[in-house]
């Protein structure tokens, strides 16, 4: 999904790229560039399969399951939470503690929780529940769109020609699939959109909001952490336990494909990728994320995608890979200050 696991960039116009979903990460040092990277490679993109696959089992619980986005959001994060966290006591115990010992990273850290991993997973869900997973993941892809223009708000500065074109190219593409160019209806719901944009701008605050954290401590303790965190007001809220939902074998398998397939293994083999092709090409492979979403929405699901519903698609994924600094892809490491 989405969702589910991205390595966080430090916001610098020639660096932008596609940060969907939770782990992109600081620590995973790039080997030299040799046969392994094929290997990377492949790896990067299953990883970005099992991200789409994930969203589609979201799709299938709201539309099959009749479960809603509160109940999914709180078991996932709460779920994935904890399968991280173990992880982090067998590989990263010394900066779990650290981060708990501080109280202003601990501070980041329930931000980063809250208004970043919350609010996209919740926002991303949601738009799937109100469309379905391809359209939901293209949506939450406009983030990195967002993030240019808030580096040249930052920076004080007009748009250059590439960030433009790229601007061009979100904006044309989420028209299209709002409106199939008809500026009198929508093809998609309000809702839809709307949750779709907001899992937009929630990507974006997932991004930058720990960008201090990772490099200290590294990916696994800060997003364990804040899963945690951000699982527990929500369960409160929404009290999970108390719904009525058919738990069969289909059931179990659709929530095995959302926090294990989605999360740990996607978040396994894009670490690994790391170390063999490095972030710039990983995030740009990870670009297969809509495309695995979308295929699986519409073989599995039976969801119907125009030709325009396409054309919009690649607008946006477009946008994108103009944003990619293909430069950084040519490198044989990864400059230390990425």
């Known amino acids: 999904m989405g969702a589910d696991l991205l390595r966080f960039f430090k916001i610098r116009q020639a660096k932008l790229s596609p940060a969907v979903s939770f782990i992109l990460f600081k620590e995973a040092a790039p080997m030299k560039r040799n046969n392994t990277a094929g290997f990377c490679t492949v790896t990067c993109l299953i990883a970005a399969v099992c991200w789409g696959f994930s969203g589609t089992c979201g ?12 109940w999914l959001t709180a078991v996932r994060m709460l779920s994935s939470g904890i399968i991280l966290l173990i992880i982090n006591l067998v590989v990263a115990r010394r900066e779990l503690l650290a981060l708990l010992r501080c109280g202003r990273d601990l501070l980041i850290a329930v931000a980063f929780a809250l208004l970043g991993i919350l609010v996209s997973q919740y926002c991303y869900l949601t738009a799937i529940q109100y469309s379905n997973s391809g359209t939901a993941t293209v949506l939450q892809y406009l983030g990195p769109v967002f993030i240019m223009l808030i580096v040249c708000i930052k920076e004080l500065r007009l748009p250059r020609k590439k960030e433009i074109l790229a601007l061009v190219c979100a904006v044309g593409g989420t028209f299209l699939l709002a409106t199939h160019g008809n500026i009198h209806s929508l093809m998609i719901s309000r809702q839809a959109l709307v949750w779709g944009l907001l899992s937009a ?13 990772l490099p200290k401590y590294g990916s696994l303790p800060v997003t364990g952490l804040a899963m945690i965190i951000g699982a527990v007001p929500l369960a409160a809220v929404v009290k999970p336990w108390t719904f009525e939902i058919s738990m069969d074998f289909p059931f179990f398998l659709a929530m095995v494909g959302i926090v294990v397939v989605g999360t740990v293994i996607a978040y396994t083999l894009f670490i690994y990728s790391l170390k063999g092709i490095g972030p710039e090409r990983a995030s740009l492979t990870s670009c297969l994320e809509p495309v695995s979403a979308t295929a699986f929405s519409a073989l599995w699901l039976k969801t119907a995608f125009g030709a325009i519903d396409l054309v919009g698609f690649a607008c946006i994924l477009g946008a994108i890979v103009i944003l990619t600094d293909f430069k950084a892809m040519n490198s044989s490491r990864v400059p230390d200050d990425v």
């Not at 799709?59 to 509160?70: E, R």
């Not at 701008?201 to 201090?212: A, D, E, N, R, W």
């Open 59 to 70: 799709q299938y619980l709201f539309q099959i399951k009749g479960v809603n986005a509160s």
């Open 201 to 213: 701008v929630g990507l974006v605050l997932y991004t930058m909001i720990p960008t201090g954290l």
